[in-house]
């Protein structure tokens, strides 16, 4: 370990520099607009929680959370997600509040172990979470409310894939009856791994039309028809109530008119023994990162002993404000040179315009640095140099200079 | 537009080969040892670049490719969060630990390696704590010069083990050569990769039956 300088932070952890911070700024103001317009209200937890009680209720991995010691020898940990603090808060603070509750947030997570550039080890989500409805309108909401967010940070080219925990659960288990396969069998493709599943298959010495409906079933596809084709291969009830759900849903999309970003993946599980129901995951042209993720985790309210049903979604403002083409341009400011005589006067002018709604910079004019090495071309400059108030756009600059 | 990632070495010839039979016309100036490492062919909708093996999924993962041609050791090791799609079923070969034949568990276990992640796991699964060294090359030096007294590296023929002396004494994977895709680039992408999946696997099949 060298010794550490000056610049440095800890892996993962990263500054935000003021074109980055207003950028963040208004794609969140953006997408907060929307979470209130569909009547979701904004709600705080602490940055540290019990490992006992939100850690292990979290989806994520033990490994993955920052953890430290309170003075009793408690184990703490950084919130590693958001929707786990709520559930507490669910079961605590808001247990008499009438259901359904809609609730939402705009934090910073943190998560260990991620030691390089990309990975962030503190990221900010913004997300809902609709607590006590279990139909397939509320999965409709949260997913037409995403999209809505997507749509407020300025991206046109998106995505969302859908996949069913359930349906792909009852899929493979109408057909391989071995639980640890099934299980085997959806952590390979948790990972990704379709080598692997597919491996997995030929072990198990499972039939050709096995293969070939497992493959129709996994295949990714826009439209309702890929409902229909499994329907046929089914008999199983727990996949045909999935199928009934996700048509129901995606006919409540089409009245909120954003069929056409949608697909279907049954290969999704998201994290594994944490979905109840439907899963879905949005991407965008320019972005080889997930920008959002969510489904229902009806399960996950019984660790704080108040079960309920619930559903909702984060979206990782990290990789929405890479994924955006939203410049975050600087706004329109005055800059009023005096000279210091006349800095009484220079105040009043800046009060009165900021007053109107104008961003103002006071700038004494014998200062060491110049105004014109920062002035921006949408800048306005005004002079007070005892010659009267005079007023200059910067690309009168030279001129300027020749009055002073 | 679709970009792939092509591994320098072992794999590139074989996996050129794969990917013309599939139907690319890429150019023959395209070489492992030509000092250019980009190619794009506009009418085809595809472009092309050489990276170091290790490094096609980290290139991937980012993005920055589609998708990537990769052995699946190095898929161990880097655990990158990437769509494996297909076994290409190229490239054959073992990922084993190696030592001297009258090889006997020393007092404290020292493993020489390219692969510092796979080795810590595999011996961790197999119950044995070992001190794990990692080397960027000429792995089989490692027992002859005395740094370790076992490996943990690619062995395909095992001529090299032969020649320094060594033998296999485990297998820890088998290895093949994998087709990976970025997460984004298969959904957003979704046509161009499954098309693309589709001639591979009818060639690889042929090729098996043959």
Same mark, same amino acid.
């Given at each position: 370990m060298s010794k550490l300088r000056g610049f440095e932070k800890p892996t993962g952890f990263h500054d935000m520099p003021p074109e980055l911070a207003r950028k963040k700024r208004i794609l969140e103001e953006r997408v907060r607009n929307q979470f209130e317009r569909w009547g979701y209200e904004e709600v705080l937890t602490p940055t540290l929680e019990f490992y006992d009680t939100v850690g292990k209720a979290s989806?994520?991995? =033990? /490994? =993955?959370m920052f953890k430290c010691m309170d003075q009793q020898g408690n184990t703490l940990i950084l919130r590693p997600d958001q929707t786990a603090p709520i559930a507490r808060m669910v079961a605590s603070v808001l247990k008499k509040k009438p259901l359904p509750l809609r609730l939402s947030y705009h934090s910073n997570v943190f998560r260990a172990q991620e030691n390089e550039a990309g990975r962030h080890a503190e990221f900010y989500q913004s997300g809902v979470e609709l607590i006590g409805l279990p139909n397939t309108e509320a999965d409709a909401e949260v997913i037409a409310l995403a999209i809505e967010a997507l749509q407020a940070c300025y991206l046109e080219s998106f995505q969302l894939a859908i996949g069913h925990v359930t349906l792909l659960d009852g899929f493979i288990r109408e057909r391989i009856k071995d639980d640890s396969a099934v299980l085997r069998l959806k952590e390979y493709l948790g990972q990704r791994n379709m080598v692997g599943f597919h491996q997995e298959l030929d072990l198990l010495g499972v039939s050709e039309r096995t293969k070939k409906e497992l493959a129709i079933l996994l295949r990714i596809s826009p439209g309702k028809e890929q409902l229909l084709h499994i329907r046929k291969l089914t008999h199983s009830p727990q996949v045909q109530q999935a199928i009934e759900q996700l048509e129901e849903i995606w006919n409540h999309l089409d009245g909120y008119g954003v069929t056409s970003s949608i697909v279907f993946d049954f290969s999704l599980i998201g994290q594994i023994h944490y979905y109840t129901g439907m899963y879905f995951e949005g991407y965008s042209?320019? $972005?080889?990162?997930? $920008?959002l993720s969510g489904g229902r985790y009806d399960q996950l309210l019984s660790c704080f002993d108040r079960p309920l049903p619930a559903t909702g979604f984060a979206l990782d403002i990290n990789r929405v404000m890479e994924a955006s083409p939203f410049t975050g341009d600087s706004p329109k400011r005055f800059i009023i040179g005096y000279k210091p005589l006349y800095h009484r006067q220079a105040i009043k002018k800046a009060i009165s315009l900021r007053k109107e709604g104008n961003v103002v910079i006071l700038h004494?004019?014998?200062?060491?640095?110049?105004?014109k090495e920062w002035v921006t071309e949408q800048d306005r400059v005004i002079l007070l140099?005892? /010659?009267?108030e005079e007023r200059y756009d910067v690309n009168d600059c030279d001129a300027e200079r020749k009055n002073l | 537009m679709l970009t792939i990632a092509m591994p320098k070495g072992r794999i590139f010839e074989e996996a050129l080969c794969l990917l013309r039979q599939a139907g690319l016309a890429i150019p023959e100036e395209f070489a492992e040892h030509s000092r250019k490492l980009t190619l794009t062919l506009p009418e085809a909708g595809l472009s092309f670049f050489l990276a170091k093996p290790m490094d096609v999924p980290t290139y991937v993962e980012y993005g920055v490719a589609d998708i990537g041609i990769v052995g699946k050791d190095v898929l161990l090791e880097e655990e990158r969060d990437v769509y494996e799609l297909?076994? $290409?079923?190229?490239s054959p070969c073992r990922l084993s630990v190696a030592g001297k034949p009258d090889w006997k568990p020393p007092l404290y276990p020292r493993v020489a390696t390219k692969y510092p992640q796979v080795a810590t796991r595999y011996f961790k699964e197999q119950g044995q704590q070992v001190e794990v060294i990692h080397l960027n090359g000429s792995i089989e030096l490692a027992p002859i010069v005395g740094l370790a007294d076992r490996i943990v590296d690619i062995v395909s023929t095992g001529r090299t083990l032969k020649e320094n002396g060594l #033998? /296999? $004494? /485990? #297998?820890i994977a088998t290895v093949t050569s994998r087709l990976i895709a970025n997460r984004g680039s298969y959904r957003m992408k979704t046509q161009m990769i499954t098309f693309l999946c589709e001639q591979l696997t009818s060639v690889i099949q042929e090729g098996v039956s043959v």
């Open positions: 989806a994520i991995l =033990k /490994e =993955k042209t320019n $972005l080889g990162f997930p $920008l004494r004019l014998d200062d060491a640095f110049s105004y140099t005892g /010659e009267g | 297909l076994d $290409l079923q190229i #033998v /296999e $004494l /485990e #297998v």
